[in-house]
């Protein structure tokens, strides 16, 4: 029986590769549709909304869009289940995972940390209450807050959603490496972070596109069983695409993380969520809800902004793929003095992280992030740029150093790690004739996450994480050496497990 449905999923790869490619493309837009209507359903009715207006005709579309989804799932699993054993591709993610709130509405929710200066970080939450306090109260032994500091709230609409309280309140000056437990509008659980070390060694967790589904929760899983100093996200975070609760809700399936250790994010393309046709401006959730420090880097837009970490040793800048960025532009003018201000003598380590990747050899979102090369890629290569990180295609993808199209030692590592598990799932198909392809060193469709480890003032060491159910299987790992340093490397687009 098995076989049968080996032959027929074989049938079907070779008709999307030829003449029926276009059938089944036209196929898999109205599965999404349909699909994306079930979900929006189930989300509304699993948040409390009512679909229809009452109660009967809410519990019909929910059993209809559960019917639905059984169904394509098992579909789904039949198929991978036959797949050939060397064929190791995931099926697509599981439907989203709503975390609930039912707690007090004065009860902070969705707490989450950055990093503000060299010794600050900035504490930020949601209450339901709009007339909650915005306070800290934080000490280094539990129960017992030696400080409290104030800060301010916001709240925003969009349609007939409104915001809770967008609670925003930088704490400090805190000691490096130091562990620190805090409460949040002298209400609700007590937290505990730890600051990032004044010097090196740094750990780093870098996740892109990382929604909220069962792929979601596994990655974070498995991020959370071990530990690390910061967390970079290249974008697109919580998948609501206007669904403003959805919002919510990713802030609260990310909290047991977000709230212990800083997230550094920039924007994606669904974090634009821009209907200008009534009025609603673009970035508005998330610039609400993920305010980063970029008063403190000189920029004027929340979309990009840069920060030190390591006490100096390293400087990470967070570009916005949709936001402007030709030469002229605020972005390429604040860019081109933040690197000038980068003097790699004294600070050996410089990345960057946007969205829509510059170099990529996976079908999915070809040419996308190519006119933004074309703007901005001199200013990195000039500034010696060490790797740089994206997401937007649904894949994990390592390319060799790569300056204007080319191999070249002295430009940056390109990575997309665009896997985190959202609901789109993943991109499956690379192209092997690709012009890039001689330069792509490892690439794989799976879900998981990275690591870096930046070890001393020359080396460091990348690892990336599949999601093997249990356990984070560690499939490409390459040792880096900074481009600061006087030795140079070879350019190469050997195997992985190597050092550059």
């Known amino acids: ?74 579909l789904t699993s039949l198929v991978f289940l036959c ?13 989203l995972v709503l975390t609930a709130h039912d707690k007090p509405a004065a009860h902070p929710q969705q707490v989450h940390i950055s990093t503000v200066g060299s010794d600050r970080m900035r504490i930020s939450w949601v209450t339901d209450d709009r007339n909650a306090p915005s306070v800290v109260e934080y000490g280094k032994s539990r129960g017992n807050y030696t400080v409290s500091t104030t800060g301010g709230h916001a709240t925003y609409r969009y349609f007939f959603y409104k915001s809770g309280a967008i609670h925003h309140v930088t704490i400090g000056p805190l000691s490096p ?24 060694p740094i750990e780093l967790v870098v996740i892109g596109d ?18 690390y100093d910061m967390l970079l996200l290249p974008g697109d975070l919580s998948y609501a695409d206007t669904q403003q609760p959805l919002w919510d809700s990713f802030g609260r399936l990310v909290q047991p993380l977000a709230s212990a250790r800083p997230w550094m994010v920039t924007e994606g393309n669904h974090e634009v969520e821009a209907l200008p046709v009534v009025g609603f401006a673009p970035f508005v959730a998330y610039n609400a809800r993920w305010r ?71 079908q999915a979102h070809q040419g996308e992030g190519e006119a933004m090369r074309a703007a901005m890629e001199t200013l990195l290569y000039e500034a010696r740029v060490d790797v740089v990180f994206s997401g937007h295609v649904h894949a994990y993808e390592r390319f060799t150093r790569i300056y204007d199209n080319e ?62 159910d249990e356990c984070a299987t560690v499939r490409d790992e390459v040792w880096l050496e900074s481009l600061a340093s006087p030795k140079l490397s070879k350019p190469t687009a050997g195997r992985h497990d190597e050092e550059l």
């Open 83 to 95: 797949a050939r054993a060397d064929e190791y591709v995931r099926p697509p993610p599981s439907p």
């Open 177 to 200: 490496s130091t562990t620190y437990h805090y409460r949040c509008g002298k209400a609700g659980d007590e937290f505990t972070l730890r600051t990032p070390p004044a010097s090196l």
């Open 407 to 468: 191999a070249d030692s002295r430009g940056p590592m390109f990575i997309t790690i665009g896997d985190g598990g959202n609901r789109e799932g993943l991109a499956l198909e690379f192209l092997k004739d690709h012009k890039s392809a001689h330069m792509s060193v490892f690439r794989e469709a799976s879900f998981g996450h990275g690591r870096l480890r930046i070890v001393n003032e020359t080396s460091a060491v990348w690892t990336w994480h599949r999601n093997d």
């Open 210 to 227: 990382l929604g909220q589904t069962g792929w979601t929760a596994s990655t974070l899983s498995h991020i959370g069983g071990a530990d």
């Open 292 to 362: 980063m420090p970029h008063d403190e880097s000189g920029s004027a837009s929340n979309l990009y902004y840069s920060f030190d970490m390591a006490g100096g040793a390293a400087h990470v800048v967070m570009l916005g793929s949709y936001a402007e960025f030709e030469k002229g532009s605020e972005q390429y003018a604040w860019l081109e003095r933040d690197l000038a201000g980068v003097d790699r003598r004294k600070m050996p380590w410089l990345l960057v992280l946007l969205h829509a990747p510059w170099y990529n050899t996976n």
């Open 1 to 74: 029986m098995c076989a049968a449905f080996r032959v027929a999923a074989s049938l079907i790869r070779v008709l999307y590769h030829v003449a029926a490619g276009s059938v089944l493309g036209v196929a898999r837009v109205l599965f999404a549709a349909a699909n994306e209507r079930c979900l929006r359903c189930m989300s509304q009715a699993a948040l409390g909304r009512s679909v229809t207006g009452t109660f009967c005709g809410d519990l019909l579309v929910g059993a209809m869009a559960q019917s639905w989804r059984v169904l394509m799932q098992g």
